[in-house]
């Protein structure tokens, strides 16, 4: 018998929180999500550095992706308690702007100013780990200061090192996740644990897939029974990309969205789609407990996002303060219990048992081996497949 959700009791402990998100792992390669987990540049560019001031103060400006940070709502208007906490305590300002909607779109509006040396309107961007790469590849990230950030040393051991970025200099895992497959179920009795049943024509223009290359790409590839933790083959990758350009064509995908594809779950145009586990559970704490998350049976995807202060950036000092708050096993434990994306951080599930014990024991969030077994990480790609393949997805997602 099929498997259901694997999430069920978990939708329903989020919404009882006290509380209450992308290809991937370039430089990690064919490492299988439970061996990531397990185990798992160039230096700021002195062109760019020059002249940059140091520490000017000011506030500090953060890019983040939408629904990645404990929320509430006072007054009809959104506030942050652990960032107004470590505002208080600090006595540094904090602009927090929800502007990540998707790795490529945000670089490219930053790009030309980075090259420049300008100033790009944010200290701390948060980007997945193949866009990470990119960053400190280029010079365009500084490197940590670890007297400011004495609780850099809780990071999880498997992600203390990567290949990216050895040692943790220039970056901190913000948080890691799954991609799988959400759905509305009031609309989608049954759920989903397929790709056949969820380009099912009975859904068609009601279907939304990730405009994040390795998450839709990785999925469908494993459906069609391709590793991609390993050398998959450029025919391999087309054939998967056919089959999506079909389901594009035929009118099945309604479109392909970076992290704004929320709304239109929200609102109801879309009724289910490849996207992120935190996504689906911050979604039901909004909306109400309507929406499910499940791991295709075929396969999910693994991947992480990264907190990097920007090498354009004259608040360096406070930046680093503020991501040693979020290193703090009390604090991340309550982020953890909003957003329940994978916590990069040691002793944050014991922090967790004292917020909601159910959570604490969450695979979605302290994943077992059983978990990870279900995901992979998409392997990295060299420059021509980067090219190649990225051009081809674009073509086939009409844009």
């Given at each position: 018998?099929?498997?259901?959700?694997?999430?069920?009791?978990?939708?329903?402990?989020?919404?009882?929180?006290?509380?209450?998100?992308?290809?991937?792992?370039?430089?990690?390669?064919?490492?299988?999500?439970?061996?990531?987990?397990?185990?798992?540049?160039?230096?700021?560019?002195?062109?760019?550095?020059?002249?940059?001031?140091?520490?000017?103060?000011?506030?500090?400006?953060?890019?983040?992706?939408?629904?990645?940070?404990?929320?509430?709502?006072?007054?009809?208007?959104?506030?942050?308690?652990?960032?107004?906490?470590?505002?208080?305590?600090?006595?540094?300002?904090?602009?927090?702007?929800?502007?990540?909607?998707?790795?490529?779109?945000?670089?490219?509006?930053?790009?030309?100013?980075?090259?420049?040396?300008?100033?790009?309107?944010?200290?701390?961007?948060?980007?997945?780990?193949?866009?990470?790469?990119?960053?400190?590849?280029?010079?365009?990230?500084?490197?940590?200061?670890?007297?400011?950030?004495?609780?850099?040393?809780?990071?999880?051991?498997?992600?203390?090192s990567v290949g990216f970025d050895p040692g943790r200099k220039q970056s901190l895992t913000w948080q890691s996740g799954f991609a799988g497959f959400?759905?509305?179920?009031?609309?989608?009795?049954?759920?989903?644990?397929?790709?056949?049943?969820?380009?099912?024509?009975?859904?068609?223009?009601?279907?939304?897939?990730?405009?994040?290359?390795?998450?839709?790409?990785?999925?469908?590839?494993?459906?069609?029974?391709?590793?991609?933790?390993?050398?998959?083959?450029?025919?391999?990758?087309?054939?998967?990309?056919?089959?999506?350009?079909?389901?594009?064509?035929?009118?099945?995908?309604?479109?392909?969205?970076?992290?704004?594809?929320?709304?239109?779950?929200?609102?109801?145009?879309?009724?289910?789609?490849?996207?992120?586990?935190?996504?689906?559970?911050?979604?039901?704490?909004?909306?109400?407990?309507?929406?499910?998350?499940?791991?295709?049976?075929?396969?999910?995807?693994?991947?992480?996002?990264?907190?990097?202060?920007?090498?354009?950036?004259?608040?360096?000092?406070?930046?680093?303060?503020?991501?040693?708050?979020?290193?703090?096993?009390?604090?991340?434990?309550?982020?953890?219990?909003?957003?329940?994306?994978?916590?990069?951080?040691?002793?944050?599930?014991?922090?967790?048992?004292?917020?909601?014990?159910?959570?604490?024991?969450?695979?979605?969030?302290?994943?077992?081996?059983?978990?990870?077994?279900?995901?992979?990480?998409?392997?990295?790609?060299?420059?021509?497949?980067?090219?190649?393949?990225?051009?081809?997805?674009?073509?086939?997602?009409?844009?």
């Open positions: 018998m099929k498997e259901k959700s694997i999430l069920s009791p978990e939708a329903k402990s989020i919404i009882n929180a006290k509380l209450t998100r992308r290809t991937l792992f370039a430089g990690v390669g064919g490492l299988s999500a439970a061996a990531f987990l397990a185990s798992c540049g160039t230096d700021a560019s002195k062109e760019v550095a020059a002249g940059i001031a140091e520490d000017v103060g000011g506030t500090v400006r953060w890019a983040n992706w939408a629904a990645y940070l404990d929320a509430k709502r006072v007054n009809g208007s959104r506030t942050y308690p652990t960032l107004e906490a470590f505002m208080s305590s600090s006595g540094i300002d904090v602009d927090y702007l929800v502007d990540v909607n998707d790795n490529d779109e945000f670089y490219g509006k930053v790009q030309g100013q980075l090259k420049l040396g300008k100033d790009i309107g944010y200290d701390i961007v948060t980007l997945t780990d193949w866009m990470t790469d990119r960053w400190i590849r280029l010079g365009y990230t500084q490197t940590l200061d670890e007297a400011n950030m004495p609780n850099k040393g809780n990071i999880l051991a498997s992600l203390s959400g759905w509305n179920k009031e609309l989608v009795p049954g759920g989903i644990n397929s790709l056949e049943q969820l380009f099912d024509k009975k859904y068609k223009g009601r279907i939304e897939v990730l405009s994040e290359m390795r998450d839709t790409m990785g999925i469908i590839l494993q459906y069609q029974g391709v590793d991609i933790t390993k050398p998959f083959t450029e025919d391999q990758f087309m054939n998967a990309i056919d089959f999506f350009e079909k389901q594009v064509s035929d009118g099945i995908i309604r479109q392909v969205k970076g992290n704004d594809y929320l709304e239109d779950m929200a609102i109801g145009d879309a009724i289910a789609v490849i996207g992120w586990s935190g996504d689906i559970f911050s979604l039901n704490a909004e909306e109400g407990d309507k929406f499910e998350f499940g791991i295709p049976e075929s396969g999910g995807t693994l991947w992480s996002d990264n907190m990097m202060i920007a090498s354009t950036s004259s608040n360096k000092s406070n930046s680093e303060k503020l991501m040693d708050h979020y290193y703090d096993p009390k604090v991340a434990a309550e982020v953890a219990a909003w957003v329940n994306y994978i916590c990069p951080v040691v002793g944050a599930q014991a922090e967790m048992e004292k917020i909601d014990p159910e959570l604490a024991n969450s695979n979605f969030i302290f994943p077992d081996d059983a978990t990870l077994s279900k995901v992979s990480v998409f392997r990295s790609l060299n420059f021509e497949e980067e090219v190649k393949f990225s051009e081809a997805f674009q073509i086939a997602s009409g844009n």
